[in-house]
C-alpha cells in the first residue's frame, strides 16, 4: 500500500489520537475500493489532515467521533473561513472542502457515524474557466512541426512518436494521459478504440486513418520491439512516455508558432470538440467521445464554439476589419 501522507499523518496525530483507526480505514478504502490515483490520495490525506488538526485547536480538545458528529454548518464554514486566512485560492478551497465532503460520505456509507451539517455547507463558488481551443491551422502546425524538437540523436522515431502522440490528441480528443496509458494491441480492434477514462470508466472512440496512420509510422520506426501489452508510447529508455516529455515539445512548438501559453496538449482536446461543434457535432455525441459525466460539462463549449466563429469572423470577414 502507497502511502504518501504516512509522515504528515504520524506529525499530526496528536491531534486526533481517536480518528486514527478510521483514517487508516479511510486510506485503505481509497487505495482498495476507490484505487484513488496518488495524487489524488496524497491530496485527500492532506486536507482531512489539515481538518482535523484545525478541529483541534478550534475546539480546544483532540478531535474525535463525537466531535465530528455534533459539528454544525458554522463549524464547517469556519474551516473555509481558516483556509482563506492561509491564503488559498477558491479553487484550492473547494478541492479541500471536497476531500472533507468525500471523508464524511465515507464515514456516513459505513455506519460509523453521520452528520448531514456538511450538506447544508456550500463549496466556494469558481469562476468558469473557459477551455481554450487552438485555430484548425495551428492545430495541424503544431503536429506538422513537433517533430523537428526531437533528441537529434534519436530523432526519427523520436519525432514520430511525438507526431503520433499529438495527432491521436487532436484526432480523438483523448486527454494526455489517456492517450500515454494505451498499450501496444488497444487500436487492434478496426476502426474504434476503447479507452479507459477517469475513475475508470470506459468509451468507445472512433479512430481516423490519419491517426491509426501517424501511430503505425511510429512503431515501425521505433527501435525498441514494442510487444502486445507493452506501453504504446515509450521513451527513449523504453519506459512508459511521460507526459512532461510532450508537454515540453508542445512548449518548443508554442514558442516556434507564436502562439498563446494555453496552446497546451490539453488544448488539442479542447479544439477537437470546438471543431468537431463548429461542424454541426451535436452535444450528446461529443460528450460521449470526450468521456464527460455530465453533458453540462460539454455545454461549456457551445459558448468556446460562438466564441471562436466570433474570431474567425472577425480574423476573416472583409466587413469586420472595416
Known amino acids: 500500500m502507497y502511502d504518501p501522507m504516512a509522515q504528515t499523518i504520524k506529525l499530526d496525530h496528536i491531534h486526533y489520537p481517536a480518528i486514527m483507526p478510521i483514517l487508516n480505514q479511510w486510506q485503505d478504502y481509497l487505495i482498495s475500493e476507490r484505487r484513488a490515483s496518488k495524487h489524488t490520495y496524497s491530496a485527500y490525506m492532506r486536507d482531512v489532515s489539515k481538518f482535523l488538526s484545525f478541529l483541534c485547536e478550534y475546539k480546544g480538545v483532540a478531535t474525535d467521533k463525537k466531535i ?3 459539528l454544525k454548518p458554522s463549524d464547517f464554514r469556519s474551516y473555509l473561513a481558516a483556509r482563506r486566512r492561509d491564503g488559498l485560492t477558491p479553487a484550492s478551497m473547494a478541492r479541500s472542502f471536497s476531500a472533507v465532503r468525500s471523508f464524511y460520505k465515507y464515514l456516513r456509507r459505513m455506519n460509523i457515524l453521520e452528520n448531514d451539517a456538511i450538506d447544508a455547507v456550500s463549496s466556494p463558488k469558481l469562476k468558469r474557466r473557459m477551455p481554450r481551443p487552438i485555430s484548425e491551422d495551428d492545430a495541424k502546425r503544431s503536429i506538422n512541426i513537433v517533430g523537428d524538437f526531437a533528441v537529434p540523436a534519436v530523432h526519427n522515431w523520436v519525432a514520430l512518436r511525438d507526431i503520433a502522440v499529438l495527432t491521436l490528441l487532436y484526432g480523438c480528443g483523448l486527454r494526455i494521459a489517456e492517450a500515454l496509458a494505451l498499450d501496444f494491441g488497444d487500436l487492434d480492434k478496426g476502426d474504434v478504440m476503447i ?3 477517469k475513475r475508470n470508466k470506459e468509451r468507445i472512440v472512433p479512430l481516423l486513418t490519419a491517426v491509426t496512420d501517424a501511430i503505425d509510422n511510429y512503431v515501425r520506426a521505433c527501435p525498441i520491439a514494442i510487444e502486445k501489452g507493452d506501453a504504446l508510447f515509450i521513451g527513449v529508455r523504453g519506459k512508459r512516455l511521460n507526459a512532461r516529455n510532450i508537454q515540453l515539445a508542445m512548449k518548443k ?5 507564436g502562439l498563446p501559453s494555453t496552446a497546451t496538449p490539453h488544448a488539442l482536446r479542447h479544439s477537437f470538440a470546438t471543431h468537431l ?11 460521449e467521445l470526450l468521456g ?3 453533458l453540462s460539462t460539454t455545454q461549456h463549449y457551445t459558448d468556446v464554439d460562438t466564441a471562436y466563429l466570433m474570431d474567425v469572423y472577425n480574423n476573416a470577414h472583409p ?4
Open 68 to 70: 465530528l458528529e455534533n
Open 195 to 197: 479507452v479507459k477514462g
Open 253 to 257: 512548438v508554442r514558442i516556434a508558432l
Open 277 to 287: 461543434l463548429t461542424a454541426g457535432g451535436d452535444l450528446r455525441t461529443i460528450q
Open 292 to 294: 464527460h459525466a455530465d
Open 319 to 322: 466587413s469586420a476589419k472595416k
